[in-house]
């Protein structure tokens, strides 16, 4: 019993550090909560499902499809929504407002279109089980889980092996310097959404096979919020860490206290985290010599 | 041939009229500066020729050309800003602070020999290349700063204030370096607001006092100037 909701605990909290990690990317970078991240992971998870019912392909293919469907809109979204605020340096306020009517826009537009119904993705890991220290696990769990270590720990090589990652890096510290590098900053936020929109994508079609996909589906994202935060904004082993926690509390708590007192737990973490560590676990150590 | 040449220039913050139709040139291999008082305008020129501060009026022509308007393509022209503070990416460590500087370049072996023609300049930077350089000290980080520029081939280098908040001793090394730098065969244009040094090194001069040119001649004989040494240079 332990084991198993330790590892469904760690299923959610991957899935979690997916969201966060896309979040604190993006945050990093222009210093706003994109609150249209959530809209995104829906939009991902619905073209996910339109592959995966429509054209029949297998999950490999509708994961690839997601990926790059929500790394497209997330770059729209940047283009249409963000970009002339940029331009115009508008204060990140600005940018923040300017995303939370993304996301009532972009939900609103799916109620429009496609309804509200909830679906489901078809049965790609039936309800296979894989025998852990002899506990038995959904394979879809532990799949979720090793899914997303693999997936992050390729985005923090990404961020720290390469050129691109060490201008994205250098762009957290000082944007305009960036720019007098030679960056072409338009592009390079490009790529930031780009990515963002990625693991959006990945995270969307794991929500989905797990639960289901409906239009506000993207508020789960809150708790990619609190991951964020816990982790350390900005940081992405943080958003890793803090999503794994977040995910292992919360489901331990459904387990052994009460699945009403889960959301209370989790939100009453991040009020701690925020007044005892705002930080986080592992945020950007900004501190520089005088 | 004019490296830069600026012919009156305006430029706003809102009502500020902060830069008063200047024009200037700085020949290909010369060290120009220009000097004046805090709030003279000198930083928001260079911010301008950076591409980072739109300018409300003006033309400038980098070797006859237009200066584009955004920082990456004025970079790929030959330009490359030293700003006030030095600004580096402090998280980074020396060696990508140095690597950013080479962003625009593909040439592996010549990126190499850039950073070896820094370290030859500054050697104390090859001690400290994994050293993130928020930590180093403020005459490192000028040096780091001054590296990061070069790193890009600069045809023009502009510098803002780069002996600000040094010691004594370091920013005779720093002047020294700008000599070198500009006998390499990179035009030189600075601004500084302590100035007798920058003069004395510089081929001209220019003297700025709210967004105004108002005097100019060779870099030396400014530095002389008993009426100039009285209200700019501190006697």
Same mark, same amino acid.
């Given at each position: ?70 790394? %497209? ?48 993705? #078809? ?80 995270? @969307? ?86 | ?53 739109? #300018? ?21 022209? @030959? ?70 520029? %070069? ?10 204030? #780069? ?21 390499? @065969? ?33 870099? #030396? ?15």
């Amino acid at each position: 019993m332990f084991l198993q909701t330790l590892i469904t605990g760690l299923s959610i909290g991957g899935i979690y550090a997916l969201m966060a990690v896309g979040y604190s990317l993006v945050f990093s970078v222009l210093n706003f909560s994109n609150f249209a991240h959530g809209a995104v992971i829906m939009l991902g998870a619905y073209v996910g499902l339109a592959l995966a019912t429509k054209l029949n392909f297998g999950f490999g293919l509708v994961l690839a499809g997601s990926v790059a469907g929500a790394g %497209i809109i997330a770059v729209l979204n940047e283009k249409l929504a963000y970009s002339s605020l940029r331009r115009r340096k508008a204060p990140s306020l600005y940018l923040m407002i300017s995303a939370m009517g993304c996301a009532v826009f972009l939900e609103n537009l799916v109620y429009a279109t496609i309804g509200s119904r909830f679906y489901a993705f #078809p049965e790609f890991f039936g309800r296979q089980v894989v025998t852990i220290f002899g506990s038995s696990v959904s394979l879809l769990d532990v799949g979720a889980f090793i899914f997303a270590l693999i997936a992050i720990l390729g985005l923090h090589l990404f961020i720290n092996r390469t050129r691109t990652g060490t201008a994205i890096r250098a762009g957290v510290c000082d944007m305009t310097m960036c720019s007098l590098m030679g960056v072409d900053l338009n592009r390079l936020i490009a790529i930031v959404f780009l990515l963002a929109g990625a693991f959006a994508g990945v995270a @969307g079609v794991f929500l989905g096979i797990k639960y289901l996909v409906y239009p506000t589906m993207g508020w789960v994202t809150n708790k990619a919020y609190i991951a964020a935060v816990i982790g350390g904004l900005g940081s992405l082993p943080g958003a890793l860490a803090g999503g794994l926690i977040l995910g292992v509390v919360e489901t331990f708590v459904s387990t052994y206290i009460s699945s009403v007192l889960r959301d209370v737990f989790s939100f009453t973490l991040l009020i701690a985290f925020l007044v005892w560590r705002p930080n986080g676990l592992m945020g950007i150590d900004s501190e520089e010599k005088v | 041939m004019n490296a830069l040449l600026v012919e009156d220039l305006n430029v706003h913050y809102g009502t500020i009229h902060a830069v008063q139709g200047v024009s200037f040139s700085v020949n290909e291999g010369e060290i120009v500066s220009i000097v004046g008082s805090n709030g003279a305008g000198k930083s928001t020129i260079m911010w301008t020729l950076a591409g980072v501060v739109p #300018p409300s009026g003006g033309r400038v022509l980098i070797k006859g050309n237009p200066l584009p308007s955004k920082p990456h393509e004025i970079v790929a022209r @030959g330009l490359a800003l030293v700003p006030e503070r030095r600004r580096l990416f402090s998280a980074l460590t020396v060696r990508e602070n140095l690597i950013m500087g080479a962003y625009r370049r593909r040439d592996e072996e010549s990126v190499k020999a850039e950073m070896e023609r820094c370290f030859q300049l500054f050697p104390i930077l090859r001690e400290r290349l994994g050293q993130r350089s928020g930590t180093l000290s403020g005459g490192e980080q000028q040096m780091l700063a001054i590296s990061r520029a %070069i790193m890009s081939d600069p045809k023009i280098l502009l510098l803002d204030e #780069p002996t600000l908040g040094l010691a004594p001793l370091i920013v005779e090394a720093v002047m020294n370096t700008i000599i070198r730098i500009r006998d390499e @065969g990179v035009t030189v244009l600075m601004v500084e607001q302590n100035a007798t040094q920058a003069l004395e090194i510089s081929d001209r001069g220019y003297i700025l006092e709210a967004g105004l040119f108002v005097k100019t001649g060779p870099g #030396p004989e400014l530095a002389m100037d008993p009426e100039i040494r009285r209200a700019y240079l501190g006697g």
